[in-house]
């Protein structure tokens, strides 16, 4: 069983809709999390960031972490053609620990205009 | 402008040949990184160093090799023990250490997509 689990997809949209996007994670260590986006053929980007438990919202973008579910979720509101690409959920232990991400395999995105 | 720089963007190999591929960065960054990814299946760690002249291996570092002769610079060799070297390799970056804000995560590459012919 992988550390991270992302379903790959693919998941097509239509323009202006709520894109839900998901990992699952077996490591209750895991403190800090992150979303990337990756457009086709480029290195990723990252898009958002958490720290242990909560939501963060950023534009039209919010991250939930759930600790307690092992399960981290990033939204995209009012999703547009633009955020077509591949999303990324990426995690690491605390501080002290040894600083590696570990990443989910990548969701891929198709918003439709 | 602060980035990573890897080149060549396209690079193709023949059987039982070596190559490197070149990762620069001006961000002062302690930490780089190597990926493969491969379609479906993530982004897999083949090695990294936190500091000049050190490096450990990562999950799939066989087949491969590094140095990290300068803070900067830390170059990757695809040798021919690689059996299945065609994937894109993505370089990357980061602070080492503590950090909760905003420069937290890692800083990548565009990529360099490796083909055997």
């Known amino acids: 069983q992988k550390e991270v689990e992302q379903d790959p997809g693919p998941l097509s949209v239509p323009e202006g809709a709520i894109v839900s996007l998901n990992c699952t994670y077996s490591n209750s260590a895991f403190q800090y999390f992150m979303w990337y986006r990756q457009y086709s053929r480029k290195g990723p980007e990252l898009l958002m960031y958490?720290?242990?438990?909560g939501n963060k919202e950023d534009g039209r973008f919010t991250a939930q972490v759930d600790k307690s579910s092992k399960y981290i979720s990033l939204f995209i509101r009012d999703s547009q053609p633009s955020d077509s690409a591949t999303y990324l959920c990426a995690m690491t232990l605390p501080s002290g620990s040894a600083r590696q991400l570990t990443f989910g395999s990548g969701t891929q995105l198709t918003v439709l205009p | 402008d602060g980035g990573i720089t890897q080149s060549p963007k396209y690079l193709f190999r023949k059987e039982g040949q070596n190559v490197t591929l070149s990762c620069e960065q001006n961000l002062n960054h302690d930490a780089m990184y190597w990926y493969r990814q491969d379609p479906g299946q993530g982004l897999r760690l083949i090695y990294y160093s936190q500091i000049v002249n050190d490096f450990q291996k990562g999950d799939i570092a066989e087949g491969y090799s590094v140095s990290r002769e300068k803070k900067e610079s830390f170059p990757l060799t695809v040798t021919s023990a690689q059996k299945n070297p065609t994937a894109f390799y993505l370089c990357?970056?980061?602070?080492?250490?503590?950090?909760?804000?905003?420069?937290?995560?890692?800083?990548f590459g565009s990529g360099t997509r490796l083909t055997v012919v």
């Open positions: 990357a970056s980061s602070i080492w250490g503590i950090s909760q804000g905003p420069n937290y995560g890692y800083t």
């Open positions: 958490t720290y242990s438990s």
